[in-house]
Nanobody
């Protein structure tokens, strides 16, 4: 199973970034996908999730600024981040709650993370 996150970088406050996560090895169309983040000295927190039925949930601090989406044909999950704030600075991790190809049990999978830094 591979979850390859990309799209992080350095941006000024008020700017935008788009994160992408390419996956392999999971039954993507049935998976719940999401993004977590971890800032220095803080616990990892859930940012956004999207179910196989396209239901979306966001943590309160990003509502109205971040948009999660999925492309089942490409097996990717994306997150458009607008109006970025310095407090959004963190490592962002792609997450999947999914079954592996050929398996029936659900498990949690994580990508390697991508750094997002927002300067004031």
């Amino acid at each position: 199973v591979q979850l390859q996150a990309s799209g992080g970088g350095l941006v000024q406050a008020g700017g935008s970034l788009r994160l992408s996560c390419a996956t392999s090895g999971i039954t993507f169309s049935r998976a719940t996908m999401g993004w977590y983040r971890q800032a220095p000295g803080k616990q990892r927190e859930l940012v956004a999730t999207i179910t196989s039925g396209d239901d979306k949930n966001y943590t309160d601090s990003v509502k109205g600024r971040f948009t999660i989406s999925r492309d089942n044909a490409k097996r990717t999950v994306n997150m458009q981040m607008d109006s970025l704030k310095p407090e959004d600075t963190a490592i962002y991790y792609c997450y999947a709650h999914a079954t592996r190809w050929g398996r029936s049990n659900l498990s949690n999978y994580w990508g390697q993370g991508t750094q997002v830094t927002v300067s004031s």
